[in-house]
């Protein structure tokens, strides 16, 4: 049996090319190795599904050619799926910093997605697995031999193993002669060092807004102590940042300058107004003079304050794949036409989604990455 297009991956991108192309008219196939679509869909934005972001432009994404992504991104916009949200009826709410999220649950994006598929005649297979693409797009999978003219690779990248993630998408691209760039865990919690973790350890669960920056990169949120190291949106979103030797620096006073102010008895009591007072303690047992606070000379209050603003953390690593919520790197860009998507040196072949050296920041950017260049290479094939 030969279709128009066979997609590879019934994943946020892989669905949304398939209604694209059906809608144009274009004989479409999606194949899913699980028994159902959606799985990473489902379980996002702790089930409400942070499906965009209004906010999401080029600086908000890193690749090799940062620029790659303004194309897509330019002609298919988050209004352009809030408007598709609308449609449907699906109650939707701003929770922060563009951050748009079902009020209910993100099974409703999935509904949205299946029932915009169907409209378009789009034929879908779960629980088939691709064992082999060959050149012309001859396809032979767990359930029989298939052929297509255009193929796209939407199989998403490492993140979510116990999802069916894996390096599908990456084989492919290498098989046909691309290039895949380096890989590594983004949006990751931090593992702290052993010194430090026997320190920060037993405060597993404090949580304060902090600035953290890093490599030219900075953001105000949320840290969250655990009982490897740090986690919580700030570091999160540093970690894309983050490469093995850096000492991330920590503002835990973002807020703006404060002072010791008279009365205060000890450190950790003054710091307790900011921070829960578990992480005081701990954060104090190190870095602040163990004596009274009126027994602090005037350089010892401005050492601890400036520390306080100024705290750099040697992390000594991630908690992997499996704790990631997306994969750096991926096919390499210089091989894609940034309008299509489709290959440069492969006439037929495809690569969206998360598969591609595309990666957002946390809050909705890697779904409008999903949409956009599923959209591109949905108006292509």
Known sequence: MKYDAIIVG?????????????????????????????????????????????????????????????????RF??????????????????????????????????????????????????????EEVRPGFSLKTSRGDLECDSIVIATG?????KLGASDFGHRIARQFGMRVTALRPGLVPLTLKEQDLRVFGPVSGASLPVRVRNAGASFEEALLVTHRGFSGPAILQISSHWKSGDAPVFDLLPGGAVSFRPGATS????????????????????????????HWS????????????????????????????VTLGG????????????SRSVRGLYF?????????????????WAWASAHAAGESI
């Open 10 to 74: 019934g994943g946020a991108a892989g669905l949304f090319c398939a209604l694209t192309a059906g809608q144009r008219g274009r004989r479409v196939l999606v194949l899913e190795h699980s028994e159902s679509v959606g799985e990473k869909i489902k379980i996002s934005g702790g089930g409400r599904c942070n499906f965009t972001n209004i906010h999401a432009g080029p600086e908000n994404y890193l690749s090799e050619n940062p620029a790659f992504c303004r194309s897509a991104l330019a």
């Open 77 to 130: 916009s988050p209004w352009d799926f809030i408007a598709l949200v609308e449609k449907h009826g699906i109650a939707y709410h701003e929770k922060k910093l563009g951050q748009q999220f079902c009020d209910g649950s993100s099974r409703e994006i999935i509904s949205m997605l299946l029932s915009e598929c169907s409209d378009a005649r789009v034929e879908i297979r779960s629980g088939c697995r691709v």
């Open 157 to 161: 990248s490492l993140s979510f193993a």
């Open 267 to 294: 450190a950790p009591a003054f710091f307790s107004e900011f921070w829960p007072r578990r992480f005081a303690d701990a954060w104090c047992s190190l870095h602040a003079p163990q004596k009274p606070l009126n």
């Open 298 to 325: 005037d350089r010892e209050r401005r050492e601890v304050l400036n520390l306080a603003h100024n705290w750099p953390v040697a992390f000594s690593g991630t908690e992997g794949y499996s704790k990631a919520e």
């Open 331 to 342: 096919v390499d860009t210089a091989g894609l036409s940034s309008k299509t998507m489709e």
């Open 352 to 368: 969206i989604g998360e598969v591609v050296d595309v990666t957002g920041w946390l809050g909705g950017y890697n779904f409008q």
